[in-house]
């Protein structure tokens, strides 16, 4: 039971990062699952997964909408890839060693972050 | 132009895969900087590409290899609901700019806490020993 409401409060912090940053929220729930909770590296991708299934982003979405901030045609044409990716990116998963894991998982949110963190400096 | 959309959704699924994440952190830089959207634009888009169950593939290969915690997810699922509600209202006021590098700060956060912890626990696996710390 007390697990279970800590996987909840994993829940709520992982979608407010979600709503705040416009995503999944796996990056949140990931590290809270490996750190936090212990579970190892593939466990933790495996069940944020999971937690993703659902549209757990409605509300945020509708919030969203409301200002005018969703561009649908583009929504509805990534759609597919993403469908087709995740296949493939899980299958290259498998082969990955659970520490390495975390460190590749690691290694590509940095690179992502400064991405967007220093991208708007040229312009 | 449409080709590079779709292009850009197998990449980031790619990463869906490969990560366990919902591939928001690879759709919202790519939108803003190779389509050129404004943050806000980009992650509201980013959020309605992610409400149709595009990880189930994914997930199914994890499930083969039998590590996932159905409990823990469900579970997760229903907090995130209610958290997405938040910091939407949190992020639609914020100017964009501030959003993007407050968005990117937080990224380059969880990746070093990340590295550090994954670096800690090498000693027991032989074979992850020689990667450097943080």
Do not use: N
Request: proline share 5%.
């Amino acid at each position: 039971m007390k697990k279970s409401i800590g996987f909840l409060f994993a829940g709520v912090a992982g979608g407010i990062a979600s709503g705040l940053f416009g995503i999944g929220g796996g990056i949140v729930l990931i590290p809270i699952f490996g750190l936090l909770l212990a579970f190892e590296q593939h466990k933790a991708q495996g069940t944020s997964l999971v937690a993703l299934i659902p549209p757990t982003g409605l509300l945020a979405v509708l919030a969203y909408a409301k200002a005018g901030y969703v561009h649908w045609l583009t929504g509805v044409l990534l759609i597919p890839g993403l469908f087709l990716g995740g296949i493939l990116g899980a299958k290259i998963a498998r082969r990955i060693e659970p520490l390495r894991m975390r460190q590749v998982f690691a290694a590509l949110l940095f690179l992502l972050g400064a991405w967007q963190a220093f991208g708007t400096w040229r312009r | 132009m449409h080709i590079v959309v779709v292009l850009i959704g197998l990449c980031a699924g790619i990463l869906v895969g490969l990560l366990g994440i919902g591939g928001g952190v690879v759709l919202v830089p790519a939108l803003v900087h190779l389509l050129h959207m404004d943050q806000h634009l980009a992650q509201g888009t980013s959020l309605f590409v992610l409400l149709p169950p595009i990880g189930l593939g994914a997930l199914l290969e994890y499930r083969k290899k039998g590590v996932v915690d159905f409990h823990a997810g469900i579970y997760c699922a229903v907090g995130m609901l209610l958290g997405g509600y938040l910091g939407g209202r949190i992020a639609v006021p914020m100017s964009s700019r501030l959003l993007t590098q407050f968005f990117g700060g937080f990224l380059m956060l969880s990746a070093l806490l990340l590295w550090g912890k994954a670096s800690k626990q090498s000693p027991p696996q032989p074979t992850a020993s020689s990667q450097g710390g943080a």
